[in-house]
């Protein structure tokens, strides 16, 4: 049974930085595709990131780009999301998702995601 597990979430203020982890088990994790959502009240679910197999590939949206970073320990099947300079903006349930997928690339869009973490909370006000 494949499971996905965030972590991390916190209320920080503006400006501030946090590290999200997503923890993998039960799954063959270094074939594994890994991205991260981010859904806020209201709003539609937003692909915020994504790391290829290999991290041979890294890409964001360009909200986070320069404040965002991306990256996964293969060998302990987890991968993080290092957030800089949060606004309120950002503020949103997080999301990591996995699909098996090829090394050269990773989707930003959540249909090809086959699998679910159940979210933790990132809050940005002051």
């Known amino acids: 049974q494949v499971q996905l597990v965030e972590s991390g979430g916190d209320l920080v203020q503006p400006g501030g930085s946090l590290t999200l982890s997503c923890t993998a088990s039960?799954?063959?994790?270094?074939?594994?595709?890994i991205g991260w959502f981010r859904q806020a009240p209201g709003k539609e679910r937003e692909g915020v990131g994504c790391i290829s197999p290999r991290a041979g590939t890294v890409r964001y949206v360009d909200s986070v780009k320069g404040r965002f970073t991306i990256s996964r320990d293969n060998f302990n099947k987890k991968v993080y999301l290092q957030m800089n300079s949060l606004n309120p903006e950002d503020t949103a349930v997080y999301y990591c998702?996995?699909?098996?997928?090829?090394?050269?690339?990773?989707?930003?869009?959540?249909?090809?995601?086959?699998?679910w973490g159940q979210g933790t909370q990132v809050t940005v006000s002051s």
């Open positions: 998702a996995a699909y098996r997928g090829d090394l050269s690339g990773c989707a930003l869009t959540g249909p090809f995601y086959e699998f």
């Open positions: 039960g799954v063959v994790f270094n074939s594994q595709v």
